[in-house]
């Protein structure tokens, strides 16, 4: 019986290193065929996106999307001569999304990193901005970055802001799906602070009515571009010329300024 | 001598070390009624059902009218031909195995229309007629679930007939039955032998085999130790197992 | 309250896509998962390999991983499938399995006896099966399948993951716009609740007209 046991063990852990080798050889398949000849083909220009982000992107009243980065992605799409469509991602999959071809550019508010850089290539920025802290607008704790220590910090899972909590020791870093979510566990006390972006935040607060402030200056700044799936440098070059055009005639400043009380970092 | 109807010769079946049929040899005439006796564990079940091959036989050949297996694996072609040896012969269980999901008629119907491909209205024409035959008419809506045992089985032989066998094998099919419920089956089986239906039936009820039988097969161990009529065989057994068998028969009634 | 009856409208209709992916997938699964029992109790050589491995992976894997690995998976292969039908596919390959289970478990549950009644008026092995054993098993399974059916209902909530717009996806999309978690979320449960009875009320009309005579 014993024997009998340890044989149909080895049998599944034969099993196991096959299946696990079938999974590598796969896996390193890929399919071809451009972004721009895609889109040009199709005549749509898919954007991932969260859509539980505003103001930069999310459903209005209407179950449409909207927001900055959807009024980007229409003026973009209209300058290439397509048409743009929309899918709801969560952001942890939002690269994967791309790199199995799901959409054809990540326009989400990603800011450019070294290590998204393997992953997938960028345009040049469309947005500046920054990371700040908040706290219920009745704590005075936080003023600057180290101050988290010891405390418990609320993330996006995956974003720019995680790095940044992460980096400072003793940080009590906890990782969350959508923004609404870690800013409601601040509201509630489970957190002491988050950290977010300027502008999403300070959208938030005032559409909101939220009990919360803003207690840092910027902490990290984040130059976010468009991503677009690896090996589509053509693309990219074309996405910057239409970035560049966008910002040299005003079409940029103007989008910006619909959703921001500010002028835009980008002239 | 006419061509038996049935003739089975050297079957023989083993479960395992156990060797339950022996190099049977059994023929039987047309219209002839043939009771299988002998104590439990004897082989008659097993003998009828390696005849339809619902038991696999190791050895032997099985003819009934006029086609032929021999025992063997279940090849597609030897498949094909107990498939064919089915069809011409009726099996009445003990345990009745109606089909619940299926009224009386359905029951009866399915057959002819699923196996024969008896046009549907035709196939309820003959099945109504069966079912008035067994004494059902009234009945014949009804799911199994709601008959009671003696109807069911009158409505299994009727499913029987339904196909116009050549033979019908009866394995103990009044054993299951509450006493009251055994009188109405066995007069149907009696119907039925007067018509001249060709029947072999395991059963201990010494009466009908005594009032219906033409010959009484004697079996035990796996092999048949005596024949002959009814008469004979109950009154002056020559065989020393025989005797015995009807004495415990005698002692305890019915088993 | 209000924000309740505001929401109401999208979040019916993102119920709809609910209803409409656990139907489609559980007419899939059911196709599936009677098949794959059938081969499995028919012991046909290679296949019934298959299928056991394909019902043991899915039931030792959890349906989030099967659904990302349906919607990421493919791609990779230059096959490019809908978010929409991805989910189908990842929910129906699910609950086939599990289907299949309880089908082999119905199949097996059938007296011998229906088999050798079956094969003594001459029927074939698979008319048999199609005739007798299978119809009679249906009802031995049926509520197992219901059971399966509402327990898909609720897991269609695991294909947010994958952009697809259903009850739980839309919920999340109006909390981030209106900042009303409590609100949305209950709304979207007394949603899933009502879905799942009203079918446990049909399910238990149908089962007492069936199941009668088995």
């Known amino acids: 019986m014993a024997v009998r046991q340890r044989t149909s063990l080895v049998r599944l852990g034969t099993l196991l290193v096959a299946a696990l080798l079938c999974v590598g050889l796969l896996s390193g398949w890929a399919a071809a065929q451009s972004t721009l000849e895609r889109v040009k083909q199709t005549g749509v220009l898919r954007v991932g996106l969260e859509g539980t982000y505003p103001p930069f992107n999310f459903v209005d009243e209407n179950n449409r999307m909207a927001g900055f980065d959807v009024d980007i992605s229409n003026e973009i799409a209209r300058r290439l001569g397509v048409r743009a469509e929309f899918v709801g991602t969560l952001w942890a999959s939002l690269i994967s999304g791309l790199q199995t071809d799901k959409f054809d550019v990540i326009i989400a508010q990603m800011t450019i990193t070294e290590e998204r850089k393997q992953s997938v290539d960028f345009t040049n920025p469309y947005v500046i901005t920054g990371a700040v802290l908040v706290s219920r607008a009745n704590d005075n704790r936080f003023s600057k970055l180290e101050d988290i220590a010891g405390h418990r910090v609320g993330v996006g899972i995956g974003t720019t802001f995680e790095e940044v909590a992460r980096s400072v020791p003793g940080a009590d870093v906890r990782t969350y799906d959508s923004f609404q979510e870690y800013a409601q566990e601040l509201l509630t006390g489970r957190l002491d602070v988050i950290i977010n972006d300027q502008l999403s935040v300070a959208y938030a607060i005032k559409e909101q009515g939220l009990p919360l402030k803003i207690t840092s200056d910027i902490v990290n700044e984040d130059v976010i571009g468009i991503a677009v799936k690896k090996g589509n440098e053509d693309f990219v070059e074309l996405l910057n010329q239409i970035l560049a055009d966008m910002i040299a005639d005003g079409t940029y400043r103007e989008i910006f300024q619909k959703w921001f009380d500010a002028e835009p970092a980008l002239r | ?255 | ?214």
């Open chain 3, 1 to 214: 309250m209000e924000l309740a009856l505001q929401s109401l409208p999208a979040l019916l209709q993102a119920s709809l896509v609910t209803v409409g992916l656990a139907a489609a997938s559980m007419a899939a699964g059911l196709v599936i998962g009677l098949l794959s029992a059938l081969i499995r109790i028919a012991r046909i050589p290679v296949l019934s390999h298959l299928m056991r491995a394909y019902v043991s992976i899915i039931r030792g894997t959890p349906l989030l991983v099967q659904i990302y690995l349906v919607y990421y998976g493919p791609p990779q292969f230059g096959w490019h499938l809908e978010p929409v039908p991805s989910a189908i596919v990842a929910l129906s390959l699910n609950v086939g399995a599990y289907l299949s289970e309880s089908f082999r478990g119905a199949i097996e549950s059938v007296s011998k006896g229906q088999m050798e009644a079956a094969y003594t008026l001459g029927m074939t092995y698979w008319t048999a099966m199609r005739r007798i054993i299978v119809p009679q098993s249906l009802r031995t399974a049926l509520p197992t399948v219901g059971n399966t059916y509402i327990g898909l209902l609720k897991d269609t909530s695991l294909v947010s993951v994958i952009t697809v717009t259903e009850l739980l996806r839309q919920s999340n999309v109006i909390i981030a716009r209106t900042w009303k978690p409590l609100t949305i979320y209950m709304t979207a449960a007394v949603l899933y609740w009502f879905m799942s009875t009203m079918f446990s009320f049909v399910q238990e009309r149908v089962e007492r007209r069936v199941s009668r005579h088995v």
């Open chain 2, 1 to 255: 001598m006419s061509e038996p109807v049935v003739q089975v010769t050297n079957l023989r079946k083993r479960f395992g070390p156990h060797e339950v049929l022996r190099g049977i040899n059994l023929r039987v005439a047309q219209g002839e009624v043939v009771v299988i006796m002998g104590p439990s564990g004897s082989g008659k079940s097993t003998l009828l059902r390696c005849m339809t091959f619902l038991e696999v036989p190791d050895e032997g050949t099985i003819c009934i009218d006029g086609r032929t297996v021999t025992a063997g694996p279940l090849t597609k072609e030897r498949m094909a031909k107990v498939r064919e040896i089915r069809r011409h012969t009726g099996f009445v269980f003990q345990s009745f195995n109606l089909f619940p999901h299926m009224t009386a008629l359905e029951n009866v119907m399915e057959g002819p229309v699923t196996v024969l491909r008896v046009p549907k209205p035709e196939a309820r024409r003959r099945a109504e007629e069966l079912l008035g035959k067994v004494g059902l008419t009234e009945h014949m809506h009804k799911h199994p679930s709601r008959l009671s045992g003696g109807q069911q089985q009158r409505v299994a032989i009727a499913r029987a007939l339904a196909m116009s066998p050549s033979v019908i094998l009866f394995d103990e099919p009044t054993s299951a039955l509450d006493p009251e419920l055994v009188g109405e089956v066995l007069q149907v089986m009696r119907a039925l032998a007067r018509e001249g239906m060709t029947m072999v039936v395991v059963t201990h009820e010494m009466g009908f085999a005594r009032e219906v039988a033409d010959r009484v097969i004697m079996m035990d161990a796996g092999a048949i130790v005596e024949e002959g009529p009814a008469a004979d065989i109950f009154t002056n057994p020559k065989e020393e197992r025989t005797r015995r068998f009807l004495s415990r028969m005698g002692r305890h009634g019915l088993p």
